[in-house]
C-alpha cells in the first residue's frame, strides 16, 4: 500500500521532489484542488500535500514538494519501492469547476504542479487558460513542457532573470489584466504558491474586480474537520480550510493571520532538523559521530 | 455475612500516584485493585433481588452477577459476565460517570459510600485481559450479509462487535491512522492508557471485524456508495469542528481547541517530542475554557507538558462544572487552579502574534436558566487580566460535517446532527443507522455505546426481512 512508483528530483537547493504513489483510490475520486494527508512512520507527524496529477489507470497520484523541515526532508529520502506508512485523502474541496471563459492561473514555486492539474481540468470544461509560472531561479522551474501543452498561453518569469521574463509573476498579471481591462475575458484568476506570492496575486487582480481564488496551505493536523488547526480568518469569519477550502476568496483572506498562524513552531521545527542531520551524519541512527557522513 | 456486617466494611480506596507525581508524568493515575481488595470491596455488594445499579446503567450491565463472581474469586467469570452486556468494560470501568449512573442508585449508597462497581469493573476487565484469559465468544453461522460501519469510536466499535457475533460481515472505516475515536484521539494516557483501547480493537478484528484506517467516508467512497456494496451502514463519526468562544484574539498563536490540544498530545504523542514528530506548544502559564470533563483533561494535559500555573476559566461555580468530580478533584489535586465566575470576554496579544493573557469578567449567578443551572451574569467593570502564554478553548464541538455534507436525503437537526431514532438509530435513508456523539452532539462513551449496541440490534433485524 501507498508504495513510491517513482521519483524524481526536480531540483537540489531547495530540494523540490516530485513522487508517484500507488493509491488507487485516491487516484479514482481525486479532483483539483483537493490534497493528501501523509505521515511517513509511527513517529511521524500529518503533514497535508496538495495533488498534482493522478493516473487512473495505474491508480497513482503524484505529489510535488519542497523540503522545508524534518518530514519533508525524511520523505525526499524514501526511494522508489518504498512505502509511506499513511497516505490519506482525498481531502477538502474540489476547485469549483465551470466554463468562466478565460482564466488566469498563476503559479509559483511549487505551486505549479497544484495548478497544472486545476489547468487540465479547465481545459476539460472547455475554458481559454493562459498561464504563469515563475520561480526564483531556472533551476527551480518544472513541468513547462507539460504546462505549454495544456495552457492556450504560457509565461515564465524567474526572479533572477536566469529564465523567461526576469521578475515576479504579479508583473505578468498586472500586464495581462490591463490588457484585458476593455474586453474583460478574464473573468477568473487562480493562484498557487508561497504564501505571500498569493497574498500579492491578490492584491495585483483586485482593483480589476477580478474573482481570485488562492489555495491556502495553514498547519493541519486532522484535516477531516476535527481538531480546528486550520482555522483562517476569510471576510471576516473563522473558516476551516480541510473542510471549507483549501481554496478561498483571496480578495477576502487575512494573509497576514496566515503568515503569524504558519510560524507556531520554528524552534520545534529547527531542532527536530537538527536532530534529523545528527542522525543522517552518523550513519548507524543512534545520532553519534561514528558513522559516514551521508 | 450478615448485611449488618458487609455496612461495615467501608469502600476501598484505588491506590493511585501522589498527585505531585503523577502531574508530571502521562503514566495512568490509579493503580487498580488488588485481587484482595477487589474481594473485600465485592463483598460489600448485598446482592439485592431488584437490583436498583442495574437501572442507572445504560446498558444494563449484570451488577450483583458479577460482583458476585468477583467476591467468589472467580474474575475471569466475571470479566465474561460484564462482556455479555458492556463490549468495552475496561474502558467503561475507567471513564464512565459511575457516580450519576449505577452507583448513583446503589442502595448502599444510601446510607454510606456505594459499592464502587466501577472499579470492580475494571479489575475484571483488567484481570482477563492481563492473564491472557479472554476467549472467543459464541459466533452465529455467517449470514452472508455484509454491514459497514463509519467511525471507530465506542459507538461503532461497539456495533461492529455485537453484528460480527450475530454472523454477520463487519468492516470498519476509520478516517485517522489509528481506531478508537476519542478514546485514542481525546481522552489522554493517565485517564486511559492507548494500550487498552488497541486491545479492544485487537479483540474485534479476531472475531473477524475488518478494520480499514485512513479511510475517509464521503471523500472517499461516499455513504451512497457503500451502500452498494453493503447491506447496511452504521454511522458513528462522532463530534467535529470545535465551537470557539468568538471573541477577540482567538485565532492568536497559542490558542487551542481543545481537540487539537489533546489530538497533539495524545493522537500524535507530541508530550514525547522530539521523539514523536508533532511539536504542541508546552505553555508556563495555561488558559483552559471550560468546566467539562475535556477542560479537565486539557487543564492535566497542560501540566504534564511543564506548566508551572494551569487554569481553568469557568464562567459559573464549581457546583455547575458538568466535568465528573473526580476529574475535578483529581484535576485540583494535582494542582490546577480553578478560576471560577470569570468569563473570557477577548485575548489579549503581543506585537509578535502570540497570546499574552486573557481578559476576563467576573461573574455572578443569577435566575436559574432552562437546564436549572443558575445563570452567569457580568458584573460590570470587573474586568481583569490573567497573564498567560497558553489558551485551550474547551467549550464544546459541532457534529462532523464530512457525512452529512456527502449524504444527500440524510436528514439533519437544526445543528446539523444527523437525525436518528433514539431504540433503533435508523435515519431518514433506507439501511443506514447512526449513533453516538453525531446523533446526540457531546455524550458519554456509555451513551454512544448503547446507542451501538441498539443500531446493531435494529441492523440485525433489518438484515434477516431483507
Ligand atoms: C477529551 C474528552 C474527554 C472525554 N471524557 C469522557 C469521559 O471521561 N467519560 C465519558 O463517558 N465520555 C467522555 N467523553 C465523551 C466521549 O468520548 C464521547 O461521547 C464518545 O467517544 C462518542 O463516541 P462516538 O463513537 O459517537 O464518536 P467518536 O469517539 O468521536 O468516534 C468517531 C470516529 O469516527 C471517525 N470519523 C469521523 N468522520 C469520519 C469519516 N467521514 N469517515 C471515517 N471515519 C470518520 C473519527 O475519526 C472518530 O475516530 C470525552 C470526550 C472528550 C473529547
Ligand atoms: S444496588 Fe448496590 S448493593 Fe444492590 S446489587 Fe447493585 S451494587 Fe450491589
Ligand atoms: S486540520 Fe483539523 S480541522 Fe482542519
Partial sequence: MNRIVAKEEFSRDPAVYMMQIEAPLIAKKARGGQFIVLRINEQGERIPLTIADTDLEKGLVTIVFQVVGKSTAALGQLEVGEEILDFIGPLGKPTHMDNYGTVLCVAGGIGIAPVHNIVRELKKHGNKVITIMGARTKELLFWEDKMRALSDEVYVTTDDGSYGRHGLVTAVEQELLEKDRDQGDINLVIGIGPPIMMKFVAKTSEPFGVKTLVSLNPIMVDATGMCGACRVTVGGKTRFVCVDGPEFDGHQVDFDELFTRQRIYPEQEKLSMELFRQQQACGCGCGCDQGEAS | ?466
Fill in chain 2, 1 to 466: 455475612m450478615s448485611a449488618d456486617k458487609k455496612q461495615k466494611i467501608p469502600r476501598q480506596p484505588m491506590p493511585e500516584q501522589e498527585p505531585k507525581v503523577r502531574a508530571r508524568n502521562f503514566d495512568e493515575v490509579p493503580f487498580g485493585y488488588s485481587p484482595e481488595t477487589a474481594m473485600l470491596e465485592a463483598s460489600r455488594c448485598l446482592q439485592c433481588k431488584k437490583p436498583k445499579c442495574v437501572e442507572g446503567c445504560p446498558v444494563n450491565v449484570k451488577i450483583p452477577e458479577f460482583i458476585g463472581l468477583i467476591a467468589e474469586g472467580d474474575f475471569v467469570g466475571a470479566a465474561r459476565k460484564l462482556k455479555e452486556t458492556n463490549a468495552l468494560p475496561a474502558v467503561c470501568g475507567r471513564v464512565c460517570p459511575q457516580e450519576t449512573q449505577c452507583e448513583a442508585k446503589c442502595v448502599v449508597g444510601k446510607k454510606g459510600e456505594p459499592v464502587a462497581i466501577g472499579r470492580l469493573e475494571r479489575f475484571a476487565a483488567d484481570y482477563e485481559r492481563d492473564h491472557d484469559a479472554v476467549t472467543k465468544p459464541a459466533m452465529a453461522p455467517s449470514t452472508g450479509k455484509k454491514v459497514a460501519i463509519v467511525g471507530s469510536g465506542p459507538a461503532g466499535l461497539t456495533c461492529a462487535g455485537d453484528l460480527i457475533k450475530l454472523g454477520h460481515e463487519v468492516t470498519v472505516f476509520e478516517a485517522l491512522h489509528k481506531p478508537g475515536g476519542v478514546l485514542v484521539y481525546g481522552i489522554p494516557e493517565f485517564r486511559l492508557p492507548k494500550a487498552i483501547v488497541q486491545a479492544e480493537v485487537d479483540y474485534l478484528k479476531s472475531l473477524g471485524v475488518k478494520v480499514e484506517l485512513d479511510f475517509v467516508v464521503g471523500m472517499l467512497d461516499t455513504v451512497d456508495e457503500l451502500l452498494a456494496k453493503y447491506d447496511a451502514v452504521f454511522i458513528g463519526t462522532g463530534a467535529g469542528l470545535p465551537v470557539f468562544m468568538n471573541i477577540p484574539g482567538e485565532n492568536l498563536n497559542g490558542v487551542y481547541s481543545a481537540n487539537e490540544y489533546l489530538t497533539r498530545s495524545n493522537l500524535m504523542k507530541a508530550y514525547l517530542f522530539p521523539e514523536y514528530d508533532t511539536p504542541i506548544v508546552k505553555g508556563k502559564k495555561v488558559a483552559v475554557f471550560g468546566g467539562g470533563n475535556v477542560a479537565m483533561d486539557a487543564s492535566r494535559t497542560a501540566l504534564r507538558l511543564g506548566a508551572e500555573h494551569s487554569y481553568i476559566v469557568y464562567r459559573r461555580s464549581e457546583a455547575e462544572m458538568p466535568a465528573r468530580n473526580e476529574e475535578i478533584h483529581h484535576a485540583v489535586e494535582e494542582g490546577v487552579e480553578l478560576v471560577l465566575l470569570a468569563n473570557p470576554v477577548r485575548i489579549v496579544g503581543n506585537d509578535e502574534g502570540w497570546v499574552s493573557g486573557v481578559e476576563c469578567v467576573r461573574m455572578e449567578l443569577g435566575e436559574p436558566d432552562e437546564s436549572g443551572r443558575r445563570r452567569p451574569v457580568p458584573v460590570e467593570g470587573s474586568e481583569f487580566i490573567l497573564e498567560v502564554d497558553t489558551v485551550v478553548v474547551a467549550i464544546g464541538n459541532g457534529p462532523n460535517p464530512l457525512v452529512p455534507n456527502t449524504t444527500p436525503g440524510l436528514e439533519l437537526t437544526r445543528w446539523g446532527n444527523i437525525k436518528a431514532d433514539e431504540e433503533t438509530g435508523q435515519t431518514s435513508r433506507e439501511g443506514v443507522f447512526a449513533g453516538g456523539d453525531i446523533v446526540t452532539g457531546a455524550a458519554t462513551v456509555i451513551m454512544a455505546m448503547g446507542a451501538g449496541k441498539k443500531a446493531a440490534v435494529a441492523i440485525h433485524e433489518y438484515l434477516q426481512d431483507k
